[in-house]
């Protein structure tokens, strides 16, 4: 999780990513947001993010994203 943290934050120094919930819903991240994420997570964490898995619920908190890693991982 500290790895994604520290990507997250690379991304937004001024956001609070253990706290935030709404990343999307509240457009903290943007579009180009979500495709540098896909980037670094890839590379990071070594999965592969499709289309069917770039939705917002996936995206509105380190928490759900995390989540999403893992369940990848799981699928390799």
């Known amino acids: 999780m500290e790895d ?3 990507i997250l934050r690379d991304l937004h120094p001024d956001v609070d990513f253990e706290s935030e919930k709404n990343l999307i819903d509240d457009g903290i991240l943007d579009s180009m947001d979500i495709v ?3 980037s670094e997570i890839s590379e990071s964490f070594d999965v592969s993010i499709t289309a069917r898995d770039i ?5 509105n ?5 995390y989540e999403l890693i893992e369940r990848l991982e799981d699928e390799d």
Request: glycine letters at 0%; zero cysteines.
């Open 4 to 6: 994604l943290l520290e």
């Open 36 to 38: 540098s994420l896909i």
């Open 55 to 59: 939705i917002p619920e996936n995206f």
């Open 61 to 65: 908190s380190a928490e759900a994203l």
